[in-house]
Every structure is written in structure tokens, then in C-alpha cells.
């Protein structure tokens, strides 16, 4: 699992991420570092809302994020965040032209 979240000069988010769902299966992988203007849901196959960007810049992120091992790592429902034991933040890396901010990685920590 992981999810980096960015933000390009108007706002938007540009976003990577490999989600797993609650019994550890791949549920979703954008492929690359990407922009979702018209915002974007992901749910797993039984319906569990994985990951929402929304489409206005204001609004917030929320998500569901698993390791491979369907252990919940954190979530968010765009105004709380909880944070699990086995999750691991790093720095922001490089951003993409026209970014602003930092990328900022999640992953799960090593077991």
C-alpha cells in the first residue's frame, strides 16, 4: 500500500497510490503520479470506500488504507485522521512541474 497526495499550483490534488482492501487484495493502482480533476472514488469489491479525492479544491481527502495482509493502517474521514501502529510517514519527495508542496509518501512500516 501506498498513497503520495500533492497539490499543483491551483489547489488540485496530483496523487499515486496502490490501494488493498480489508482482505488484502489489490483493489486499485493509479500507475503513476496523477492529477484527478474531476475528483475520483475507489471502493474495494464489497463496497468500502478506499479512497476519495473530491473534484473542489477546498473539500477534503478520505480514505481507507490496508497493507497486504488486510490490517488497516490508517483512515480519514476528511477531518480526523487515525493512525495505526504499523504505519510509517516519510519526508515529502520531489514534485511533479507546477506543484506546489511537498509529496508526502505513506507507507506501511516493515514488519
Do not use: C, W
Not at 489547489?11 to 482492501?21: I, K, M, N, Q, T
Not at 503513476?32 to 474531476?38: A, I, R, V, Y
Not at 504499523?86 to 505513506?106: C, F, T
Amino acid at each position: 500500500m501506498h498513497l503520495r497526495v500533492g497539490l499543483d499550483e491551483e489547489g488540485r490534488a496530483f496523487v499515486h497510490f496502490r490501494l488493498y482492501d480489508s482482505s488484502g487484495r489489490l483493489a486499485a493502482e493509479s500507475g503513476g503520479l496523477d492529477s484527478f480533476p474531476s475528483g475520483l472514488k475507489v471502493h474495494s469489491g464489497d463496497g468500502e470506500l478506499l479512497l476519495d479525492l473530491p473534484a473542489e479544491p477546498e473539500a477534503h481527502i478520505q480514505y481507507r488504507l490496508y497493507n497486504r495482509k488486510g490490517e488497516l493502517l490508517t483512515s480519514s474521514n476528511g477531518v480526523s485522521t487515525k493512525i495505526r501502529a504499523l504505519l510509517r510517514m516519510e519526508a515529502g519527495k520531489p514534485k511533479p512541474p507546477g506543484a506546489r508542496g511537498a509529496i508526502a509518501p505513506v507507507r506501511p512500516s516493515p514488519s
